[in-house]
């Protein structure tokens, strides 16, 4: 406004006096500079305001760091469901696929120490493989070793900005095509860029050959529990399962106890107490999906059966209009994956049903969302 009424001034006169004219020149030059640092300022803010939020939160409350907006390498109780809360609806994943693509899985976590999931499995550098063909700068990548079949069609996945360094895909997929150069993978199938951090799409297919047996090695650390657990969760554990044959009834009985005995609920006060799972088997009996899902891997562990803990999406909502399926950051959800010998990996649902993501959303608001 001020360089407006600069440039359409009434002249006075001496406006043309030297002196005059290099004050108006001068007032135009700063205005010119203050528009241009607005615009700079603002686009840099834009790019960088997930750095900003992470290094402000440092700050205020560094036990608690969201790290990746909720998918960092620790998993630490409450992490989950601060995204659920953080405008719900916007849009975190954008796939597009002929089938619904459920459960993505963004990271997985094999070591429990009272509060917060860790992994000691640790990462391979992959490179791309030469008999598989890329499409443009993209790069196709075997995510697991064995033969697989490539026929599926492939799913492409987009993230948004704050899940920047995180590589989702599904428990089957036998190969990832992406721009980068190299890819970091985990012993659990864990998928991460090896240098700079991902923003560009990329592309999952295939159903990946049966999983090897577990090693010694694999199964101690699968089934391994805190030295410090409450030794009520494992006579729970033992209660539960006292009359089942096989591995698969542990997961029904485990499964169908949590659901019956416990209520879903966002609203819990409990997450840093100083055993939260004890308070949630035992007092509170309510939770969100972290309560539920690492209730389940502590139970199952105490019973024998290895497994671990998963977070990602649960995506089930598609839009019509643009074919096309949405994750929100309200469908953030944590889930288990045990080890059944003979048969493999499976995902494992212990929480009930109104926890679990559920697809909907009105044809007018499906609309809207395409045409934006």
Not at 28 to 33: E, R, T, Y
Not at 42 to 57: E, P, Q, S
Not at 189 to 215: C, F, M, N, R
Request: charged share 20%.
């Amino acid at each position: 406004i001020s360089l407006y009424f600069l440039l359409h001034a009434p002249v006075r006169a001496d406006a043309q006096h030297p002196a005059s004219r290099a004050r108006r020149n001068a007032y135009i030059a700063l205005f010119a500079f203050i528009l241009f640092s607005g615009w700079g300022s603002g686009t840099l803010v834009y790019r960088h305001g997930t750095d900003l939020d992470l290094l402000i939160a440092n700050m205020v409350q560094p036990p608690y760091t969201p790290s990746s907006a909720g998918f960092s390498n620790s998993g630490r109780l409450g992490r989950l469901s601060s995204r659920k809360g953080m405008n719900e609806n916007a849009i975190a994943l954008h796939i597009v696929s002929n089938d619904a693509p459920t459960y993505l899985r963004g990271k997985a976590f094999d070591q429990f120490a009272g509060r917060e999931w860790t992994t000691i499995a640790s990462s391979t550098t992959t490179k791309p493989a030469d008999d598989l063909q890329s499409a443009p700068n993209m790069h196709w990548f075997p995510l697991l070793p064995g033969d697989a079949d490539l026929n599926a069609d492939p799913m492409s996945i987009e993230a948004d900005k704050s899940l920047r360094g995180t590589i989702f895909t599904c428990l089957e997929t036998a190969r990832i095509a992406a721009s980068e150069s190299e890819l970091k993978i985990d012993a659990h199938a864990i998928v991460e860029p090896a240098q700079l951090p991902s923003e560009s799409p990329y592309q999952i297919t295939g159903i990946a050959s049966p999983d090897a047996p577990l090693t010694d090695a694999e199964r101690k650390a699968l089934t391994a529990i805190p030295e410090t657990i409450d030794p009520r969760i494992p006579t729970l554990a033992q209660d539960i399962t006292r009359n089942c044959r096989n591995d698969i009834e542990k997961l029904n009985a485990v499964t169908s106890y949590l659901r019956n005995t416990c209520t879903y609920s966002l609203d819990v006060s409990f997450d840093i107490a100083n055993d939260p799972i004890a308070t949630f088997l035992f007092e509170a009996r309510k939770g969100h999906c972290e309560f539920f899902a690492t209730a389940a891997a502590l139970l199952l562990r105490c019973a024998g059966v290895p497994c671990r803990y998963v977070t990602g999406f649960v995506s089930g909502e598609r839009n019509e209009y643009g074919n096309y399926w949405v994750a929100r950051n309200k469908d953030a959800h944590a889930w288990v994956e045990a080890y059944i010998e003979g048969q493999g990996w499976r995902t494992i649902e212990a929480t009930p049903s109104t926890g679990v993501p559920q697809g909907e959303r009105p044809k007018t608001a499906q609309l809207w969302e395409y045409i934006v």
